[in-house]
């Protein structure tokens, strides 16, 4: 099939990328040149595991191009819209401008039969509106909304092999002639087992914002635990470990930490809150602000924390920050909390140093004020107290006995519980978890 991805940024380049693995002829489509040339040179760019290599073996099938033309979008039976939908400044609601922009750029190159289909994360309400732009262009053509579930740092296979897809049609109905359209679109997945929901707009738009303000509920509820963990001496990883051996609670998704961070989750559940506000049902996502509080108050924690490993004052400690990224395997750093922690570290008078294998040039553009070295030795060296932010398997790995003779004082503070305390401990070293004694 011809398909048109419009947007080539963590979600889109993936997701042009993934259809033309599964066979189809792509187009992608984005605004931004620098990364449209990056693409077109199979390179990828931003940091994904997979996707360069992907890219490269796509590319050398002719089946995958790339340009900021937006009329290249004719032609194209599909049509996915991948755009960002950040939270608007100074308010808790989603932006909708790039989502707006995108499709209305895309009606006039739309010919009779095609399929819009909506990823990008957007307040309910948004398909059926642009519905109505869609059908008085083109009385023929269907807008369906297919909210996307990848993971950052996994996103190949999460496209791929996703768990389940959802299609969100006008009328909700498996008659619908975009079903088949987007069955064929999926027809590898789909013949593997996926599982699919053909759902009306509302619902597919709610799914999407249902699951992610349940992983950060989730993250939320095993980061409040920790609190009352630290508050009794208990130890929240195995608490953790043993309410997640109830198969209906299970495991994934309560580590307790510095909390959740990223492009998504954050702005996805003060989205919710907003338009469930706008929809007079704003009683029924009040819980999601205590959500969001518990976890901004871990960072604010983890700065107290720190205060108190380097003996009650940060003034001119010097403290390197291991990791940069909103988690590993990524080099995206929006709304991270290592760095926002770093950068509090900072204001309070530390001497920061934050070290990451793959986010540092993202995260000196966002906070140019900070220090940063690319080679952990060399972040560490003469360090007053480490910082173990995002669990990079190298830090993981990190041998204390290496470490003690670089760092000033063998002080360290494991944000994500990872490290093994009677280890770091044995080799002389005063390790602070959280929601741990
Ligand atoms: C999230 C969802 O997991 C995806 O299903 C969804 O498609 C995506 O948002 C999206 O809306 O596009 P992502 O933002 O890539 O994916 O990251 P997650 O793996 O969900 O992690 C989010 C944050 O939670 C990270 O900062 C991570 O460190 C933190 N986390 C995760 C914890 O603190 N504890 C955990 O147990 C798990």
Known sequence: MRI????????????????AKLGHEVVGIDVDARK??????????FYEPGLDVLLK??????????????????????HFICVGTPQKKGENGADLTYVDAATTGLLPYLSAGDVVVGKSTVPVGTASRLAVLVQAEQPDAHLVWNPEFLREGHA???TLRPDRFVYGVSDGSEEHPAVSVLDEV??????????????????AELVKAAANSFLATKISFINAMAE???????????????IGMDDRIGRKFLNAGIGFGGGCLP?????????????????????????????MRRRTRVVELARDLC?????????????????????DVRDSPALSIAAQLQLQGAVVTVTDPKALSNAARRFPELQYEVDTSAAVLKADALLLLTEWQEYRDLDPYDLGSAVSSRRILDGRNVLDPAKWRAAGWIYRGLGRP
Do not use: W
């Open 156 to 158: 190949v296979d999460d």
């Open 36 to 45: 449209i040339e990056e693409l077109s040179a199979a390179r990828a760019p």
């Open 57 to 78: 073996e796509v590319q050398e099938t002719g089946r995958l191009s790339f340009t900021t033309d937006v009329s290249a979008a004719e032609g194209s039976a599909v």
């Open 267 to 295: 702005k996805d559940i003060r989205g919710f809150m907003a338009r469930a506000g706008e929809l007079g049902a704003d009683q029924a996502l009040t819980f999601l602000r205590e959500v969001d509080a518990i976890n």
């Open 4 to 19: 048109s991805v419009i947007g080539c940024g963590y979600l889109g380049a993936v997701h042009a990328a993934c259809m």
């Open 228 to 242: 009352v963990c630290e508050a009794t001496g208990a130890d929240v990883t195995q608490l953790a470990d043993a």
């Open 186 to 203: 999926y027809s590898t997945p789909l013949a593997a087992g996926t599982a699919r929901i053909v759902a009306d707009h509302p619902t």
């Open 311 to 331: 003996g009650g004052s940060l003034l001119g400690k010097r403290v390197t920050v291991l990791g940069a990224a909103f988690k590993p395997e990524s080099d």
